[in-house]
Nanobody, 123 residues
Framework: QVQLVESGGGLVQAGGSLRLSCAAS????????VGWFRQAPGKDREFVVG???????YYTESVKGRFTISRDNAKNTVYLQMNSLKPEDTAVYYC?????????????????WGQGTQVTVSS
């Protein structure tokens, strides 16, 4: 069982930066693939980026070059550095974990979810 807690969300102006954190319980967190998803009001939850235990990453096209995912297994934490934020990045951001090596892009690929953190980008 893995419990995930996101933090770091907030209000930022367009062009600004935020760093989200996903802190996990469990001593084997480093074995998990972790994904970040987001959900804007009235829209479906969408995949943003994922990282597996080999540190392979996969980004959705709209965030490439702006967002960076990383992990610190000693701290049981995955980070999402978000730069050059746009109003369309406004959403609740969720981290999720799965036990497999593959970086799934569907919500159903993940077994464990955090409660989400709000990111609001003003224009």
């Amino acid at each position: 069982q893995v419990q995930l807690v996101e933090s770091g969300g907030g209000l930022v102006q367009a062009g600004g930066s935020l760093r989200l954190s996903c802190a996990a319980s469990g001593r084997t967190f480093g074995r998990y693939t972790v994904g970040w998803f987001r959900q804007a009001p009235g829209k479906d939850r969408e995949f943003v980026v994922g990282i597996n235990r080999a540190d392979n990453t996969y980004y959705t096209e709209s965030v490439k070059g702006r967002f960076t995912i990383s992990r610190d297994n000693a701290k049981n934490t995955v980070y999402l550095q978000m730069n050059s934020l746009k109003p369309e990045d406004t959403a609740v951001y969720y981290c999720a974990a799965r036990g497999g090596l593959g970086i799934g892009v569907a919500s159903t690929d993940y077994d464990y979810w955090g409660q989400g953190t709000q990111v609001t980008v003003s224009s």
